[in-house]
């Protein structure tokens, strides 16, 4: 099945400075990757997510990137702020299984200071 | 209606308890999960209802069961938990599968005793 790896586990920025996070997956037929930003005692909330057929998507200041053939996607957060703080999951589809699952990373600890 | 909903927000119960958790949405998404999520850690799964149906049980204890009523209700009934189960409880719906986006709800955290 499909395996998610996510690096690094923590990082601390300081405010306005980017941050990157980096995953990679192992299943190629993967089409689906979302990333979930979860704050301390919230909900995981979709924040955005790229499919196959693109490679690169951006919303104000996030951004994601993905390699296919490396099997590769990233975040990239610009100008980031105090409230970008949390814990951060990247996740791709598993294609071997016949209803909608997908695989979460381990997830990096962000920390902007301020 | 644009969310997820769970109740309760916290429980605690004792190792002899029978309790439910309840997830409802109203998106008409017709794929809804459970997922456990304990600290630090990514969600991890537990159940898929894919139309109604119990579609997958990813190998979860069977003082864990699943019911789904309807397409907007998920239930998650509990019984003789241990204090390792104690762990924030999530649900989630997808418009359907095939790479949908997962919508979660708040999440129940469960303190077993």
């Known amino acids: 099945g499909e395996n998610v790896e996510q690096h690094p586990s923590t990082l601390s920025v300081q405010e306005g400075d980017s941050a990157v996070i980096k995953c990679t997956y192992s299943?190629?037929?993967?089409?689906?990757f979302p990333w979930y930003k979860q704050e301390l005692g919230k909900r995981p909330q979709l924040i955005i997510d790229i499919r196959s057929n693109v490679g690169e998507k951006k919303d104000q200041r996030i951004a994601v990137t993905l390699n296919k053939t490396a099997k590769h996607f990233s975040l990239h957060i610009t100008e980031t702020q105090p409230e970008d703080s949390a814990v951060y999951f990247c996740a791709a589809d598993d294609t071997k299984t016949s209803y909608d699952k997908v695989i979460f990373g381990p997830g990096t600890s962000l920390s902007v200071i301020p | 209606d644009t969310e997820v909903t769970q109740t309760p927000k916290h429980l605690v119960m004792g190792m002899t308890n029978k309790k439910s958790l309840k997830c409802e949405q109203h998106?008409?998404?017709?794929?809804m999960y459970w997922y456990k999520q304990k600290a630090k850690k990514p969600p991890e799964l537990m159940f898929v209802?894919?139309?109604?149906?119990?579609?997958i049980n990813e190998s979860v204890p069977s003082r864990f069961s699943p019911e789904c009523p309807n397409s907007s209700l998920l239930n998650l009934h509990l019984h003789a938990l241990q204090p390792e189960d104690s762990a924030l409880y999530l649900c989630?719906?997808?418009?359907?599968?095939?790479?949908?986006?997962?919508?979660f709800g708040p999440g129940t955290r469960l303190l077993v005793l």
């Open positions: 209802y894919s139309y109604e149906k119990l579609s």
């Open positions: 299943d190629s037929a993967s089409n689906y």
């Open positions: 998106m008409g998404h017709r794929a």
């Open positions: 989630a719906s997808s418009l359907s599968y095939g790479g949908e986006t997962q919508y």
